[in-house]
């Protein structure tokens, strides 16, 4: 039982990092603009089939073309800043919600009409890894190491470099950054087009060991709005944070119970913290 029991634990974990990544790019967006992406599942999907594709058609490795991913995501979060964000920034909040909404269905609905909602997998194994008595995919490991690379090089840019001193001097205040010089539109655009690219890569990575479909983003990102409450609005380590609980939850509930019970799990969970500790176990940024 123990074994079963700390070999589930770390599968959970394994996948939680990619949970993580996810729920960074929904709350780097909302951290730095007060913006929720309702895009993001889409994006997500978005993610796992340009890494599918990539892998068919042109015999990429999976993980290759996951950096190829992270590139065009960048540059679409980008265009879809500056197409359905940018007008709406300083409206309503009703409206950002309806533009993003908007983004959503029209990729559910070209993705739908051009891939159907099959599912689709990527072929690609790097056999087993055997520690001792855990035992796991080597493509699951392999991906969460590149999630938490991705996850370091986030940190690194936004705390060692001058753009990401930018994203988050516009995110502390935005209007004494205006004051001091920074172009906040295009370090907006650029916030929002790193919050796409995190989306896009953990859908690549998801789609390396897991089936994919048009409409898997959805499931995402549901997790994502949980991972992000649980470790706090607008904090991306929080939102590391907040996957792994996710993904331990993941891996130890089937141990004592059936699967069907870990959703009703994660989201009594969600709604706990939520009356508990609103701002989450990190707390959320000021």
């Known amino acids: 039982m123990g074994n079963v029991l700390f070999t589930s634990a770390i599968d959970g974990l394994l996948i939680g990092v990619i949970y993580g990544l996810a729920a960074m790019g929904l709350t780097l967006i909302f951290g730095v603009m007060d913006v929720i992406n309702l895009a993001h599942g889409p994006l997500i999907a978005l993610g796992m089939f340009g890494v599918y594709l990539l892998f068919t058609f042109l015999g990429l490795n999976p993980f290759l073309a996951v950096a190829i991913v992270a590139g065009l995501g960048l540059i679409l979060g980008v265009i879809i800043y500056f197409i359905a964000v940018n007008r709406v920034i300083d409206a309503p909040p009703l409206s950002s919600l309806l533009s993003t909404f908007s983004v959503n269905m029209i990729i559910i609905g070209v993705g739908t009409a051009m891939l159907s909602t099959s599912?689709?997998?990527?072929?690609?194994?790097?056999?087993?890894?055997?520690?001792?008595?855990?035992?796991?995919?080597?493509?699951?490991?392999?991906?969460?190491?590149?999630?938490?690379?991705?996850?370091?090089?986030?940190?690194?840019?936004?705390?060692?470099?001058?753009?990401?001193?930018?994203?988050?001097?516009?995110?502390?205040?935005?209007?004494?950054?205006?004051?001091?010089?920074?172009?906040?539109?295009?370090?907006?655009?650029?916030?929002?087009?790193?919050g796409v690219m995190l989306a896009t890569v953990a859908g690549g990575l998801i789609a390396t060991i897991l089936p994919i479909n048009i409409l898997a983003g959805g499931s995402y990102e549901l997790k994502s709005f949980v991972i992000v409450v649980l470790g706090g609005l607008g904090n991306p380590l929080g939102a590391l944070l907040g996957g792994l609980i996710l993904g331990l939850i993941e891996g130890i509930v089937p141990v004592f119970m059936k699967t069907t019970w870990v959703p009703v799990i994660e989201y009594v969970l969600f709604v706990l913290i939520l009356l508990v500790r609103p701002q989450g176990i990190l707390g959320a940024k000021e």
């Not at 840019?157 to 004051?179: C, D, H, M, Q, W």
């Open 119 to 194: 599912s689709y997998n990527v072929d690609y194994s790097l056999g087993t890894m055997n520690l001792g008595f855990f035992k796991a995919p080597g493509a699951r490991i392999a991906a969460s190491l590149v999630a938490l690379l991705t996850t370091a090089l986030l940190y690194l840019f936004l705390y060692r470099t001058r753009p990401g001193k930018y994203i988050r001097a516009v995110a502390n205040n935005r209007i004494s950054a205006e004051l001091m010089g920074i172009p906040s539109t295009r370090i907006l655009a650029l916030a929002f087009g790193i």
